[in-house]
Every structure is written in C-alpha cells, then in structure tokens.
Nanobody, 119 residues
Framework: QVQLVESGGGLVQPGGSLRLSCAAS????????MGWYRQAPGKQRELVAI???????NYADSVKGRFTISRDNAKNTVYLQMNSLKPEDTAVYYC?????????????WGQGTQVTVSS
C-alpha cells in the first residue's frame, strides 16, 4: 500500500510563510508527477503546483512568484514553500503522487492539511 503523510499546515498572518511537506512510502516502484491541490470552502478543488520527475514545474497563475514546489527523490518527498500568503490562500491542501507499481498505475492523495491565513 502507498501512504502519503502531509505536514506543515497551520495558522499564519497575511504576508507570512509556511512550508508543506508530503512523504510517500509503500509499494511504489517509481514516482512520476507530484503535486499540490487545494480546496477552499464552497469552491472546487484546484491545482496549485506540480513537479515532474525531471523537476520541471507548473504553477497556477494565482500562486506564481509566491509559491515554490520542489522534491527530493531520495526521500520520496514533495515540498511546497508558500511565501507572501494571502487570505484567499486559505484552504485544505492535498498532496498527490502519480507513479507505477510494476504495471499498475498509482494515483494517491494525502490526508489534507489546513492552511489558514488570517489576522
């Protein structure tokens, strides 16, 4: 079984920073794409950032210049550095890992971590 464990969420004031981590473990032979999604109350889940195995990245327009996604392949971990946080960044953040276990495609989600930006 593949397990994703997220950490790093919390309460921060506008303009502050947080760093999210997501570590994958279990039955997976190779990890391809890793990403972060978020869902705010009353809104649909949206993609925040993704990073491929070769470290190429894509960001949502709303977070470009403020967030940075990175990965450590040796640790099977993806990170999201969030700077200049705004109240509209408040959401539950979920990590996602896509890969392979032999011939089987793997698509797993973390448990979610709450990020609240408020005074």
């Amino acid at each position: 079984q593949v397990q994703l464990v997220e950490s790093g969420g919390g309460l921060v004031q506008p303009g502050g920073s947080l760093r999210l981590s997501c570590a994958a473990s279990g039955s997976i032979s190779s990890i391809n794409d890793m990403g972060w999604y978020r869902q705010a109350p009353g809104k649909q889940r949206e993609l925040v950032a993704i990073i491929s195995r070769d470290s190429s990245t894509n960001y949502a327009d709303s977070v470009k210049g403020r967030f940075t996604i990175s990965r450590d392949n040796a640790k099977n971990t993806v990170y999201l550095q969030m700077n200049s946080l705004k109240p509209e960044d408040t959401a539950v953040y979920y990590c996602n890992v896509k890969g392979l276990n032999g011939w089987i495609r793997i698509d797993r989600w973390g448990q979610g971590t709450q990020v609240t930006v408020s005074s």
